[in-house]
């Protein structure tokens, strides 16, 4: 197998992987069995394992099959000019249909910064997919590639997440990777309203690897609220990054404690899987959370041979070996056992988000007509008005596409921005904020007004007080002239008695 794309860097020191180890173990067989050899060769041995296999099957056989041979082996089963067209066939035309489109998975790493998850990309895949000198400045950047098998291919998209929690405040970091999330799922539905649906891109991610830091003590706070988030939206799997940090009681113990936290905290592992691939969550939930090392070295151990490995100052560790890493068997669940569960899986889901998004366009059209919140033209009003029935919505049946058409993806991106829980909290931090500061004037104010109030009574009282002494003064005047009078009358002997009765009057 060959892989394709851009960031892949040629000049990989390593024979391109086993990465489907199944998958090429199959290919080998196949072309053993068509060159007379007997297909048993490459069948598990455990009863487990051959589910297993058969569980994988519809992507693996279908990427095998010679298409040049005949399809029913069976010879009671009912032939048409001798090939076999029963019904049983279709299955493995199913196959080979799935093997001829290929699949496309998106496979997202997530978890605290320095844990390891490039290196466990380029390991996983034993190439440069991550180039790790030069990284993105971006919380979200996705890495492409093509593999190639003999009749199909696998194309693979995986998403780095780096300098998560690296913020000064993470209250909302997980939002980036559940935007993301939501947002390829949002895409993919507008997409598929598009007329021309031959170009369409799938860029919905189907898994998604947590890696935790291996403290031996718990977990953050931050990677169980960003566990919670994820795990509504996509087939979550917990890892324990850089395992080899941890000594063999250590790690039992810090894995019977993650489950536990895991448990209480009501996270479902893989919840996409449900009860209908229930071996396949067994097969999840007996290894979770995987264990790893992760490196891209080549180092040689204790028996000369070269492996993929750690190199210690006490000694080496192969990343592969199964005794003291879960790096394979995380590597064989991913791609050899449930890589078709995830993706069919997360289709499930993603028919469900699709359903209930339909049925949010049509009630916020319905909101729009008493809101105004959308601008709706005369016409569109009139058929929302008059030939809609909100109460049915089955009712309407192709009715409802006019009403998807008026409440597009950028109304709905709106929608979506305005129940971001983000938005919410900013806006009603904004709000309070807004209420404190209003209050704090309101008090000043209130304050300012009682002080001028008290000024103002100073002032009056004061200007009373002067208005006390101006009367008293003025009757001290009178007084004087009415004295000044008498005086004045006394002297000349010939008083006017009519002038001094006014005066007495007047007093
Ligand atoms: N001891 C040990 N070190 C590891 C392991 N995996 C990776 N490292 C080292 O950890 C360091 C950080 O690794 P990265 O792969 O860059 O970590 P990252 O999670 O991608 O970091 P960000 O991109 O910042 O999110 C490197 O020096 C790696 O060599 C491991 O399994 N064990």
Known sequence: MKPKGGRLSTDCPVEFPTIISGFSDEVKARKQASQGQHLDAYQPKSPESRHRRQRSSSFVNGKCRNRDAPFADDKNSPSLNGQGVGIENLPRQRELLNAKNGI?????????????????????????????????????????????????????????????????????????MVNYIDEEIRSYIFQEEQPDRTKMIDDRVHCCLYFLKPTGKGIDTLDVVTMKKLATRVNLIPVIAKADLLTKDELRNFKTEIREIIRVQDISICYFFGNHVSNATQDIFQQYPFSIIASNEYVLNDKGEKVKGRQYKWGTVDIENEKYCDFKILQKTLFDWHLIDLVETTEEYYEKCRSEMLRTRLLKARDCLTTNSVELTEKQKKFLQEEMNFE????NKLKNYKCYEIINKAIMDKVATEWDPEFITRQLEAKRKFNELSNREICKFRDWKRSLFMEQENFNQEIEELNHKLENLQLECQDLEYKLLIGKSANNHSTDSATLVNVHVKR
């Open 104 to 176: 496309h998975f998106t496979l997202m790493v997530a978890g605290q910064s320095g844990l390891g998850k490039t290196t466990f990309i380029n390991s996983l895949f034993s190439a440069s997919l991550i180039d790790e000198g030069i990284k993105e400045d971006k919380p979200i950047v996705r890495y492409k590639s093509v593999i190639e098998g003999d009749e199909t291919h696998l194309r693979l998209s995986v998403i780095d997440t780096p300098g998560f929690g690296n913020n000064m405040d993470n209250a909302f970091t997980w939002r980036t």
């Open 392 to 395: 049915d919505i089955e009712e």
